[in-house]
C-alpha cells in the first residue's frame, strides 16, 4: 500500500504554508480527514494498522476525537476488539485535558493501542494515552498513519509503529524561512 500515493488520489496531500495543530509550521501538510471520508480507503488503512499492531492483544483501540474517531474504530475492527476515543474535556480545577467519556467502560489492566492520523509531535495521541491510563488501562502500543518525526524512536518510551515514515521539515513560530513565511498562513 503506497500512502503518499493514496493521500495524492484523496486530494489530502497539500503545499503551502501551514499552522499544524502542534503549533508548529510546515511546508506540506496532509489531511487524512480528506482519505477517510472514503470507506474504502479507511478499512484499507485500518486493516494496515490492524495488521502491525495485531501481535500486541489489545483489548481497545483509542484515538483522539475527532481526528482519531474513524481512524480506531476500522483499526478496532481489524483486531476485532473495541474502539474508544478521548475528547476534550477539563478536570476539577479547570485544566484543559483530555478524557474518556463515562459511557465506554475501561477495565484495569486492559491492554491498549492509541491511533493517530499523522504524527509530528505525538501530543494529540499522548493525551489520549494518558486519559485511558487515568482509567487504570495499560498502553503497549500506538500505531500512526504517517510518522513525520525525524527520528524513529518509540513515543515516551511506548512502542510506536507506523505505515509510513515520511519527513516534511517543521519550524517553530520564531524559525519559518523567509521563502515559507512569504506564503499565506493557513490553519489547520
Request: aromatic share 6%; with cysteine; net charge neutral.
Amino acid at each position: 500500500m503506497n500512502i503518499l500515493e493514496l493521500y495524492r488520489q484523496a486530494g489530502a496531500y497539500h503545499e503551502g504554508h501551514f499552522l499544524l495543530s502542534s503549533g508548529r509550521h510546515s511546508p506540506k501538510f496532509l489531511q487524512s480527514t480528506t482519505v477517510l471520508q472514503h470507506p474504502q480507503h479507511a478499512d484499507l488503512i485500518g486493516g494496515g494498522l490492524a495488521n502491525l499492531l495485531r501481535d500486541l492483544k489489545p483489548s481497545f483501540v483509542i484515538g483522539p476525537a475527532m481526528g482519531g474517531v474513524v481512524l480506531a474504530y476500522v483499526t478496532a475492527r481489524g483486531l476485532g476488539c473495541r474502539a474508544l476515543f478521548a475528547e476534550k474535556g477539563t478536570d476539577g480545577a479547570g485544566h484543559k485535558i483530555m478524557t474518556v467519556r463515562e459511557a465506554f467502560s475501561i477495565a484495569p489492566g486492559e491492554r491498549f493501542v492509541a491511533v493517530e492520523d499523522v504524527l509530528t509531535t505525538g501530543g494529540s495521541v499522548l493525551k489520549a494515552v494518558r486519559a485511558a491510563r487515568e482509567l487504570g488501562a495499560e498502553c503497549v502500543g500506538i500505531g500512526c498513519i504517517i510518522d513525520r518525526r525525524k527520528e524513529n524512536t518509540p513515543l515516551e518510551g511506548i512502542l510506536l509503529r507506523s505505515l509510513e515514515r515520511l519527513y516534511f521539515e517543521t519550524y517553530a513560530p520564531n524559525e519559518v524561512p523567509e521563502s515559507l513565511a512569504a506564503l499565506p498562513l493557513q490553519e489547520i
